[in-house]
Nanobody
Framework: QVQLVESGGGLMQAGGSLRLSCAAS????????MAWFRQAPGKEREFVGAITWSSRNQYYADSVKGRFIISRDNSKNTVYLQMNSLKPEDTAVYYC??????????????????WGQGTQVTVSS
């Protein structure tokens, strides 16, 4: 089992920045591939970004590409999401997710067996 705990959410004005953190514990060998998803009220959970164990490869949704940066520090078992140039449409609960495999559809929620509890991000206009 892997436990994931997100932090860093909050209220920010449009154009501002926030950094989310996700700390992993437990069988951290099972989190070789980690991702961020978000879910706005009344909408389905959607992919934001993902990163491989080595950080060699990062993947982003088109809606955040160029504004968000995903990174990880394996010595701390932590993955980060730096969110810049925030927009009101970025308002959502942000979830950290982990899996051991690197194949398949990294943008699909069903590919991830481990999830955090989520952290709220609210962007005001």
């Amino acid at each position: 089992q892997v436990q994931l705990v997100e932090s860093g959410g909050g209220l920010m004005q449009a154009g501002g920045s926030l950094r989310l953190s996700c700390a992993a514990s437990g069988r951290t060998g099972s989190n070789s591939f980690m991702a961020w998803f978000r879910q706005a009220p009344g909408k389905e959970r959607e992919f934001v970004g993902a990163i491989t164990w080595s950080s060699r490869n990062q993947y982003y949704a088109d809606s955040v590409k160029g504004r968000f940066i995903i990174s990880r520090d394996n010595s701390k078992n932590t993955v980060y999401l730096q969110m810049n140039s925030l927009k009101p449409e970025d308002t959502a609960v942000y979830y950290c997710a982990a899996r051991s495999s690197v194949g398949g559809n990294y943008y699909s929620t069903v590919e991830y067996p481990y999830w955090g509890q989520g952290t709220q991000v609210t962007v005001s206009s």
